[in-house]
């Protein structure tokens, strides 16, 4: 713990007169929120991490909601960056180097959200970002990533006794899911489709029809909640063996003929085998995953600002 105060001390007294010599130009405005070991974290560093996780949440969210996501993340984000700090700081001592065509081919994905490469530095640039700050934090995700797969993951065992338990102990959480089975044809015009729609309810075979008019029957299997709302009520209300009023899907007409419905059943144990292995597998990380970091954390000194 004195090796680290004295560092503190050296820090703050070399950013003293950096700043004092005109040095570290704008370092003065930036308000120190946190000193973690050697690091400083600035409310700059808060608010560069802010916008970006709001480039990597921009594929699952959009507009208010990923402004919503982003604003309920603030409180989280400087345990998060203290965090960060720590695990990249023990990623670096451990020597790990990052392939830089990784930096390159995820750059590449981002990009290719956006319409064009002006429309990507546009927003990197509304976002208080260049692509070289977008390309060092993607390199820092990496570090992180890689020593958190040495030190934790890659220690992470799961017995085939410790599947098996946790299905015996847990059957209530192993049912199917009642499934309806359809064939359904695609037309390419609502005419056509009525047409079809009235053949197959007044009893002609749905295969015979496809093939004499080179037409594929396509089969599928749905639970519910896995259709748009609008869809689901006009399929799933079907009794075996009826057939559905064309229903138009972007640009082609559907009809669905319902062929059978699978009830609920318990899974057996080597149908839920991958879905118990997941579940423990990601719950032991995330309790190693805690432990080592506090571990950590009793090892370094981190000095968050109260004001």
Request: charged content about 30%; some cysteine.
């Amino acid at each position: 713990m004195l090796k680290f105060k004295i560092k503190f001390v050296i820090l703050i007294c070399v950013l003293a007169v950096l700043c004092l010599c005109g040095f570290v130009p704008g370092m003065a405005q930036e308000k120190i929120i946190a000193i973690v070991n050697d690091d400083v974290i600035t409310q700059r560093d808060i608010d560069d991490f802010s916008n970006y996780m709001k480039m990597q949440l921009s594929s699952q969210y959009k507009n208010k909601e990923l402004d919503d996501k982003i604003r309920a993340m603030k409180n989280e984000l400087l345990d998060r960056l203290v965090e960060d700090r720590i695990i990249l700081q023990e990623a670096k001592k451990s020597g790990i180097i990052i392939d830089e065509s990784r930096v390159k081919a995820k750059i590449s994905e981002i990009k290719s959200r956006y319409p064009g490469d002006a429309e990507f530095q546009s927003s990197l640039k509304m976002q208080g970002m260049t692509q070289g700050d977008l390309e060092n934090r993607i390199r820092e995700q990496m570090l992180m990533y890689l020593i958190v797969e040495s030190k934790v993951k890659s220690r992470i065992v799961i017995s085939p006794n410790e599947v098996t338990d946790f299905y015996q102990n847990n059957p209530q959480e192993f049912k199917s899911s009642q499934v309806w089975q359809f064939d359904t044809l695609s037309l390419d015009s609502e005419e056509k489709a009525n047409i079809f729609s009235r053949s197959l309810r007044s009893g002609q075979d749905i295969n015979e029809l496809a093939a004499q008019n080179s037409l594929t029957v396509d089969k599928m299997g749905v639970t519910q909640g896995q259709l748009k709302k609008e869809l689901e009520e006009e399929v799933l209300k079907l009794k075996v063996g009826e057939v559905s009023e064309p229903i138009i899907i972007g640009s082609s007409y559907y009809v669905f003929k319902l062929t059978n419905i699978e009830a609920p059943r318990d899974l057996t144990l080597a149908e839920a085998q991958e879905k118990i292995y997941s579940f423990l597998y990601n719950k032991k990380i995330q309790l190693q995953l805690t432990k080592w970091i506090d571990e950590l954390k009793k090892q370094s000194y981190i000095k968050i600002s109260q004001s």
